[in-house]
């Protein structure tokens, strides 16, 4: 699933391209995602001017002059920038045409995603907790939410209440660059270990972003290349393979449906 390094390095790839053009043509072949498309958001956006694109967590925003669109990848989604006369490929559920000549489409197999119209606010963002990479998020922060939770220490930072963006792979890396168990209770982690949790969440998140996101399935940036970080994971789909630091077999465990693996030498 694209995860916020991925998601941003999408922005970074298309909005130099398409910010400031006008959308000429907005085309939708399959408006079944996981929220049906706006209904009648092609007239809406057609003669519009893009006037910037923004990311809160893992949503895509497109400003335009009278609303916004915003974007979810989903599972399995990604948008990518091709010549118009591109042939259109199975899954290309929608394209948006440009005035300088440029199309962002909106490939998505599994259909998770999302493209919804808003003159306003959208909804889906009230109580996200605050973006990883401002001053919003602390060590501090993470110490007070947690004061008394017996949930683990990987889902409470997974909680998008908590934080925005240490999806899965980010915060296993973090946790282990911490050296915290992530089946450790939440409430019994200091707040001078939550300060090196979080700034080791900014760290990897930082890093990922740098090298373009990480290529799992099929995530590919706007220019439809794939992410490299996946080359620097510690422990992140390692699972009985030899610790970086320890060399001792890693441990692999079922936290919140999902998979955790982590060094019990070097986590505690």
Same mark, same amino acid.
């Given at each position: 699933?694209?995860?916020?390094p991925?998601?941003?390095?999408?922005l970074r790839?298309i909005?130099p391209?398409i910010a400031g053009?006008v959308?000429?043509k907005?085309?939708?072949?399959?408006?079944?995602l996981r929220?049906?498309?706006?209904?009648?958001?092609?007239e809406?956006?057609?003669?519009q001017r893009?006037?910037s694109?923004t990311?809160r967590?893992k949503y895509?925003l497109?400003?335009?002059?009278?609303?916004?669109?915003? !974007?979810?990848l989903?599972?399995?989604g990604s948008?990518?920038?091709v010549?118009?006369n591109?042939?259109?490929r199975k899954h290309?559920?929608i394209?948006m045409h440009m005035s300088?000549?440029?199309c962002?489409?909106?490939?998505?197999?599994? @259909?998770?995603g999302?493209?919804?119209w808003?003159e306003g606010?959208?909804?889906?963002?009230?109580h996200l907790?605050?973006?990883?990479l401002?001053?919003d998020?602390s060590g501090? @922060?993470?110490?007070d939410?947690s004061r008394? @939770?017996k949930?683990?220490?990987?889902?409470f !930072?997974m909680?998008?209440k908590t934080?925005?963006?240490?999806g899965?792979i980010?915060?296993?890396?973090?946790?282990? @660059?911490?050296? !915290?168990r992530p089946?450790?209770?939440?409430?019994r982690?200091?707040?001078?270990?939550?300060?090196?949790?979080?700034?080791?969440?900014?760290d990897v998140?930082?890093a990922a972003?740098e090298?373009?996101?990480?290529?799992l399935?099929?995530f590919?940036?706007?220019?439809g290349?794939p992410?490299?970080?996946?080359?620097t994971l510690?422990?992140?789909?390692?699972?009985?393979?030899?610790?970086?630091?320890?060399?001792?077999?890693?441990s692999?465990i079922r936290?919140g449906q999902?998979?955790?693996v982590?060094c019990g030498?070097c986590q505690?």
């Amino acid at each position: 699933m694209p995860e916020l390094p991925e998601v941003e390095t999408t922005l970074r790839g298309i909005e130099p391209h398409i910010a400031g053009a006008v959308i000429e043509k907005l085309s939708v072949y399959n408006g079944s995602l996981r929220w049906p498309v706006t209904e009648g958001i092609s007239e809406i956006a057609t003669g519009q001017r893009l006037l910037s694109l923004t990311r809160r967590a893992k949503y895509l925003l497109l400003h335009l002059e009278q609303g916004s669109m915003m !974007i979810h990848l989903g599972m399995s989604g990604s948008l990518r920038l091709v010549d118009k006369n591109t042939e259109r490929r199975k899954h290309d559920h929608i394209e948006m045409h440009m005035s300088n000549e440029k199309c962002l489409r909106y490939h998505d197999p599994r @259909r998770f995603g999302a493209w919804l119209w808003s003159e306003g606010e959208h909804h889906q963002l009230n109580h996200l907790g605050p973006e990883p990479l401002t001053d919003d998020f602390s060590g501090k @922060r993470l110490f007070d939410l947690s004061r008394k @939770r017996k949930v683990a220490v990987k889902p409470f !930072i997974m909680d998008n209440k908590t934080v925005v963006g240490a999806g899965n792979i980010y915060a296993s890396e973090a946790l282990f @660059r911490s050296g !915290i168990r992530p089946d450790r209770a939440a409430g019994r982690i200091s707040l001078q270990r939550y300060e090196t949790l979080a700034g080791h969440i900014k760290d990897v998140l930082r890093a990922a972003i740098e090298q373009g996101g990480t290529t799992l399935r099929d995530f590919v940036n706007g220019n439809g290349e794939p992410g490299y970080f996946q080359q620097t994971l510690a422990v992140y789909g390692r699972g009985g393979k030899p610790c970086m630091n320890c060399t001792k077999p890693l441990s692999e465990i079922r936290l919140g449906q999902r998979s955790s693996v982590f060094c019990g030498r070097c986590q505690r």
